[in-house]
């Protein structure tokens, strides 16, 4: 019976340590599951909140995003950290809460790494362009100006002159809002020829605006005239506000 008993303890001992490996073991594998679990639900997060951006679909709620945001600190890079705040900021941008939206996007910025060579800028020049905007918005023409300024400068990081060119472009904006007519002049004319340059006539001839308006409000229609006629049939926007206040101001017909 001794023996028995003996036998009957070591094979429970052995059960007992048999069970114990299998669950670390499955502890470890849950583990990891969760891990590329989250990974997966971070980067599916992400792709849907950025298509929807793509495409002007607006958000609603934060809740999905803020999930994401999670996920990423848990799971994701450097990069995947910024995206998720940036469109977290997209949502509170839709959702018209401006003060979060702006927070969000300079959480975004603080995330990057800009030392990496495989850091983002084209996206980091988005979010400054996200940033200026709301500033714009809300009629704080210099915290624009300097968004634009830092947007436009990640854009020549990422050798896209596209986006460079119109962030410098977007900065006329804030100078007229300033009353720095001089400044809106030059940096509109200098956006105007650098978008020829680079072959974009009907964006260049956009930049006229800043112009036109000028000339109409100093009441030189003449000169304003010729403008407004390559603004409305050779640009990317029909600049009816304009035409309409050149008619209004002369009590003529263009």
């Not at 002007?56 to 799971?75: G, Q, S």
Request: charged share 20%.
């Amino acid at each position: 019976m001794m023996m028995h008993n003996t036998l009957l303890h070591i094979a429970r001992r052995h059960l007992l340590q048999v069970l114990a490996r299998s669950l670390v073991l499955a502890a470890a594998l849950n583990v990891m599951a969760c891990s590329g679990g989250g990974r997966r639900e971070m980067q599916r997060l992400l792709a849907e909140a950025d298509s929807m951006n793509r495409n002007y679909v607006t958000f609603t709620t934060d809740t999905i995003l803020l999930r994401a945001v999670r996920l990423a600190d848990r799971h994701g890079t450097n990069t995947d950290r910024v995206r998720a705040r940036y469109l977290l900021g997209c949502a509170y941008r839709d959702m018209g809460e401006a003060p979060q939206a702006l927070d969000c996007y300079h959480q975004a910025i603080d995330q990057a790494d800009t030392t990496r060579a495989d850091c983002d800028f084209i996206l980091l020049a988005k979010i400054h362009g996200q940033a200026g905007d709301l500033f714009a918005q809300q009629g704080l023409s210099r915290n624009a100006k300097d968004e634009y300024r830092h947007g436009e400068q990640f854009a020549w990081k990422a050798n896209d002159t596209l986006t460079a060119i119109l962030a410098y472009g977007q900065q006329a904006g804030c100078y007229y809002d300033m009353n720095m007519y001089d400044s809106v002049l030059f940096v509109a004319e200098q956006t105007r020829r650098l978008l020829m340059l680079h072959g974009d006539t009907l964006m260049a001839n956009t930049f006229l605006a800043p112009t036109i308006n000028i000339l109409l409000s100093q009441g030189k229609y003449h000169e304003a005239m010729p403008l407004l006629y390559d603004y409305e049939y050779n640009s990317s926007v029909n600049f009816r506000i304009a035409r309409r206040a050149y008619t209004s101001a002369t009590g003529g017909s263009m």
